[in-house]
């Protein structure tokens, strides 16, 4: 555990019924005129920006949309966006959506100037700095990047995701209303439910894990596996569905202190080359890479069983094995591939993809067990 460490946090996040009407009063007080709301179309046409347009345009603040923004998108895309940004004008950005609308409006908050462009973040992200307040409502319990320094962008030319990270991409104001989820279809639902899994395991056993990210890291995960089944099968699971909004949200702030590990770093390539939802990338890693690591994490794991689970296991080996187990039937309940070839993905090139994913250092280094070229191959090979 390290020795010294911090937390990074958005300014002030609303949360509860109506908690997207705050959106009126955080412009109000910003005293904005001009606002960019960036979302997806699908969101935009079955209405769920609907309620966060009528709260800016209850201000007289004028409003600007952009919602050609594409799932999983790569550097240029997000640039195209910053470049309509600059052409609209703006004095503040409502990121309404999922990870992928996030991780666009964060960029385009720190893009929004001439002096580098968001590919230039790719080699050096030190040299960006906030050009535009920005407030961020989730539509999904599960990426958490309205409280991540972080932003996902996929390289085509490296067939790999890279991720842009900087305090600077840390949300201004955030928006947790449960509304915003309520109708989500459990596909979804499902896989960042299990990237928000991820995060919080993973944040609670990497080599950063300190007394911070705990708090956050544990809360989520208790959070997550005694709600998750239920708030992705029933729609009317009101309470289930708030709980792992809260969840996914403290499942990012532990990555703003801690860091995800092997799971995130060998899922990149999967996303980069073969375009597989970041969620179920995770999902299909998430097994192979407990298994790995669980010799070196089985302490933490008990504590996380502790408190977590209930059932009868009582020695730490046995109470590791149990939560790695749920996390399994988690997986498997939720109907989300644990193979490539479910996905109809063949022939795979595992030299290949365990190149890629070693050249994520960033996360790598965050596991408590070293993975070597070698280990990365075996465990792509593990879910062929």
């Given at each position: ?59 007289g ?28 004008g ?38 960006v ?36 990270v ?41 080599t ?13 995960f ?10 992705c ?63 070196v ?46 996905l ?41």
């Amino acid at each position: 555990m390290l020795s010294s460490y911090s937390l990074r946090l958005p300014k002030v996040v609303f949360a509860g019924e109506h908690a997207t009407e705050k959106i009126a009063g955080i412009v109000g007080e910003l005293g904005a005129t001009q606002a960019v709301l960036f979302t997806d179309a699908g969101l935009r046409k079955i209405g769920i920006a609907d309620a966060a347009c009528a709260a800016l345009e209850q201000t007289g603040c004028k409003v600007s949309i952009i919602d050609d923004i594409p799932a999983e998108p790569t550097y240029a895309a997000v640039q195209h966006a910053v470049d309509e940004l600059k052409r609209l004008g703006a004095d503040v950005i409502v990121g309404v959506g999922g990870g992928s609308v996030m991780d666009t409006a964060k960029l385009a908050s720190v893009a929004a100037t001439d002096a580098y462009s968001v590919h230039d973040l790719l080699a050096d992200p030190s040299q960006v700095s906030k050009q535009l307040p920005t407030i961020m409502v989730p539509t999904t319990a599960g990426t958490g990047a309205e409280a991540t320094p972080n932003a996902i962008v996929a390289v085509p030319e490296e067939e790999l995701k890279v991720g842009i990270v900087s305090d600077a991409l840390i949300s201004d104001y955030v928006i947790l209303d449960a509304d915003m989820i309520k109708n989500l279809p459990r596909p979804i639902a499902a896989s960042t439910g299990i990237d928000a899994l991820c995060h919080a395991i993973e944040c609670y056993t990497s080599t950063k894990a300190n007394p911070f990210s705990d708090t956050f890291a544990l809360e989520a995960f208790d959070l997550i596996v005694n709600n998750i089944e239920c708030a992705c099968d029933d729609p009317e699971a009101m309470d289930a569905k708030r709980a792992m909004q809260v969840a996914s949200f403290y499942a990012g702030i532990a990555i703003t202190s801690s860091g995800t590990t092997a799971v995130h770093a060998l899922s990149y390539p999967l996303g980069g080359k073969y375009h597989v939802a970041h969620g179920v990338s995770n999902a299909i890693l998430l097994m192979p890479v407990m298994h790995f690591n669980e010799p070196v994490i089985r302490g933490r794991l008990a504590a996380a069983y502790d408190r977590a689970i209930t059932g009868d296991a009582t020695t730490d080996e046995q109470k590791s094995a149990a939560v790695i187990e749920r996390m399994d039937q988690i997986v498997r309940h939720l109907d989300i591939p644990k193979k490539l070839d479910e996905l109809g993905i063949h022939d795979v090139p595992v030299d290949e993809l365990a190149k890629a994913g070693m050249k994520v250092t960033r996360l790598l280094s965050n596991n408590m067990r070293e993975v070597t070229y070698e280990d990365a191959k075996a465990i792509y090979q593990q879910v062929m």
